[in-house]
């Protein structure tokens, strides 16, 4: 029964994958939310009592990847994260398969050894000496930026792990106006203030202004307040921009400051020998937030937080929990790597990056990098020719053109509002699957659905 049962649901979910890399097929098949809740042709999202089925089971199963949204159909530009690459979805298979967790070598030997040296490879790609740097993979880059915050401000001031904030001065922390906002939640998370985030103004670009974060500093300073980070953005979140690094780290060697790179979304680029002189000064850093899977096309979730200080990770979080870092194993205990963790519990998501960066090599991800760029670029350069777009449009239609293509199903591509550019299209290339075509299919269904308005 379970053979039969787990070799039907192989079925749904290879037909799923044929789908989504079908270009006639939508991306997805909307429906509003008290649809869904009120059941659709027998799928019901109410629990009940009684067991059900595995007839039952299978067509919830097949309806939940129905109603579901594509992530990594061709033509889905909508987010950071997208793509359906098969090495990375047989790992995750493998790593739900093996159902274990991260916090000792005792229960995840081989995922533990393989986690140490993926991060040594990250690390050495981010610039830094071998016998430096230290690492952790956390449950997304808002995380990691929080852990960055942390270990900052732990390297400073080490009585606040047991004094808390009432130990410290007043402190203030430096990041864009384009920055993503987990800095100011993390800032609220440790007790630090969003208050106390000092937002540093940008270019036309959306790079970060140094001589206004030298001011800000000075600002800071006059108001009584103890400057100790700066957060770097290398690939922001609307604009794509890369603040200018080596300025950066210049200020923060002035005025001894820790300077974290949030390289969620650019840290690709690392990867790829064309594109990588984009992240200049990163090896710098104190740390780094990078998503592989962004950029790099590894299935949610996978992403990283780097630290050039070795040590400092396990100084600042570990509590020697009795029950599972036992001094006095037979191995190692060095590689029982849980305590580094603000978690006790931690997912594996080691598995599938390996498994892609082997199948691919640091050449296959280079290559994978460089076409999505080339996809950015012949948007653009598309988008020169065209005379019914505006590169930054100024107007209302985004959002009436999105509720049109939602519905349709066939594209998809996010928009938004930044200052006094209104809802603009938001165009995001990270799906290996995409091609010259799809961006051509992506310009005319927005301009199909602009002239019915």
């Not at 997805?28 to 008290?34: A, E, S």
């Not at 892609?356 to 012949?378: P, T």
């Amino acid at each position: 029964m379970t053979r039969n049962f787990l070799q039907e649901l192989l079925g749904i979910l290879l037909a799923y994958v044929g789908k989504t890399f079908d270009r006639s097929s939508k991306v997805l098949d909307f429906h509003h939310p008290h649809q869904l809740k009120e059941g659709l042709e027998g799928f019901s999202l109410e629990l009940p009592d009684q067991p059900e089925n595995l007839e039952q089971i299978l067509v919830d199963c097949r309806d939940t990847l129905k109603y579901g949204v594509k992530t990594g159909h061709p033509r889905f530009f909508n987010q950071l994260s997208s793509g359906l690459d098969v090495i990375g979805l047989a790992g995750e298979w493998l790593t739900s398969t093996a159902n274990t967790n991260m916090f000792t070598f005792e229960i995840s030997p081989v995922f533990i050894l393989m986690e140490e040296i993926v991060l040594r490879k990250m690390q050495e790609k981010v610039g830094w000496a071998a016998e430096e740097g230290d690492g952790i993979f956390c449950p997304g880059g808002s995380m990691s930026n929080l852990y960055s915050l942390l270990l900052a401000r732990y390297d400073r001031y080490p009585e606040v792990k047991t004094g808390g904030m009432a130990e410290l001065p007043r402190l203030a922390l430096f990041t864009s106006e384009h920055s993503h906002y987990s800095i100011r939640k993390a800032a609220a998370v440790l007790g630090i203030g969003t208050k106390n985030v000092f937002v540093v103004k940008c270019d036309e670009r959306g790079k970060m202004i140094p001589d206004e974060l030298e001011s800000c500093i000075i600002r800071a300073k006059t108001s009584g307040c103890v400057p100790f980070y700066v957060n770097a953005t290398a690939g922001t979140t609307v604009y794509g921009a890369f603040d200018p690094l080596h300025n950066i780290a210049d200020i923060c060697a002035k005025h001894n400051l820790w300077m974290h790179v949030d390289a969620a979304w650019g840290g690709g680029l690392l990867m790829s020998k064309r594109h990588r002189g984009k992240l200049q000064g990163i090896e710098r850093a104190s740390s780094v937030t990078w998503n592989p899977h962004k950029m790099m096309g590894v299935p949610l979730q996978c992403a990283a937080l780097l630290i050039r200080k070795k040590g400092l990770l396990q100084e600042c979080n570990q509590l020697k929990a009795e029950y599972l870092f036992q001094p006095d194993k037979q191995y190692d205990v060095s590689y029982d790597t849980g305590d580094k963790s603000i978690q006790c519990g931690r997912h594996v998501d080691i598995f599938k990056l390996w498994l892609m960066w082997k199948a691919k090599g640091s050449e296959g991800f280079s290559m994978q990098v460089n076409r999505c760029l080339e996809n950015a670029e012949y948007l653009f350069n598309c988008l020169s020719k065209r005379a019914d777009f505006e590169l930054v449009c100024k107007s209302k239609v985004a959002p009436k053109i999105k509720a049109k293509m939602m519905e349709e199903g066939m594209v998809m591509i996010g928009y938004q509002p930044l200052k006094d550019k209104v809802n603009f299209f938001r165009c995001v290339f990270s799906n290996p699957a995409t091609r010259k075509e799809d961006v051509d299919f992506l310009l005319d269904e927005i301009t199909r659905l602009g002239c019915g308005l």
